[in-house]
């Protein structure tokens, strides 16, 4: 019977560096069910901002990125042997047992992610997470420009019109109307990431009878991410 397990050989590239990207699954009717705050519901980021903590620790990625229903962990040390079932089914159904865990709110229906590996060369680094940071801040101007609509339109003219608009015309709209998007919170623009950070500690050496430094490592909740760059990336240890 073993032999009908056709996929569970299927492993991931050895040495290579990986991202698993997480999607929430129909996240449009969870938000509708949950009643989420539009464009931006601030519990909701605190929640997924703890998942991506949980996962920082379960599985020891460099870098966990988020921003709405996404989460991509980048990691130099595959797990379960590089199994890509292994590692999409635990990772998905970790992230949907954090999530639950985290909201206090009775669910109508059990929230699920999806998964996926994307095996990456270094070089591609920088560039997959700029492509995930571009389409955060798309997000930023097309849910704040579909609310805006919304308040004006019904809800198909608002859809029509939003359709009709490149993103810097969305970002004008808003602006002549009051809503200027460079104001507002850096995590809604850039996203949020988890990385580790070292901290200098200063102690008292009593055999040398002087103080010593060291450094000791935390993970950080990064609200206010720059934009991404190279020397971030190197910044973080991400990248060499
Ligand atoms: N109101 C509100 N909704 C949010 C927030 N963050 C994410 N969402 C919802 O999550 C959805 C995520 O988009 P998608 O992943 O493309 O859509 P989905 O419904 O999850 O569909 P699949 O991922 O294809 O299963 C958005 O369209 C929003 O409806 C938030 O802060 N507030
Ligand atoms: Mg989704």
Same mark, same amino acid.
Request: aromatic share 14%; net charge neutral.
């Given at each position: ?16 560096k ?29 929640? !997924? ?8 620790? $379960?599985?020891?990625?460099l ?11 980048i ?9 890509? $079932? ?36 270094e070089g591609?680094i920088l ?18 420009? !579909? ?24 970002? $004008? ?5 009051? !809503? ?5 919170? =850096?995590? #809604? #623009?850039?996203? !949020? ?19 010593? =430094? ?6 950080? =909740? ?8 190279e020397?971030f990336f190197k910044k973080i240890g991400v990248i060499k």
């Open positions: 019977m073993k032999d009908y397990e056709v996929y569970s050989s299927l492993k991931v590239p050895k040495n290579s990986i991202v698993i990207r997480l999607d929430g699954r129909s996240f449009h009717k969870l938000a509708s069910d949950l009643k989420l705050v539009k464009p931006y519901d601030e519990n909701f980021y605190k929640v !997924i901002s703890m998942v991506c903590r949980d996962l920082f620790e $379960e599985f020891s990625p870098f966990v990125y988020t921003f709405s229903d996404e989460i991509s962990l990691l130099d040390n595959v797990p379960f042997e590089g199994r890509v $079932e292994k590692i999409d089914s635990v990772v998905a159904s970790f992230t949907a047992s954090s999530f639950v865990m985290h909201y206090d709110v009775d669910f109508t229906k059990p929230p699920a992610f999806d998964s996926r590996i994307i095996p990456i060369a591609d560039k997959y997470f700029r492509w995930r940071q571009d389409e955060c801040w798309r997000n930023c101007v097309n849910s704040h420009g !579909i609310t805006y609509l919304k308040s004006k339109y019904s809800n198909s003219e608002a859809n029509d019109k939003i359709n009709g608009l490149k993103l810097n015309e969305i970002h $004008e709209l808003l602006f002549q109307n009051g !809503i200027n998007l460079n104001d507002i919170e =850096t995590y #809604k #623009k850039r996203g !949020i990431g988890i990385y580790r950070k070292h901290k200098e500690v200063v102690g008292f050496n009593k055999k040398e009878n002087r103080n010593q =430094t060291s450094y000791r490592s935390y993970v950080h =909740t990064d609200w206010e991410l720059p934009k991404f760059t020397e």
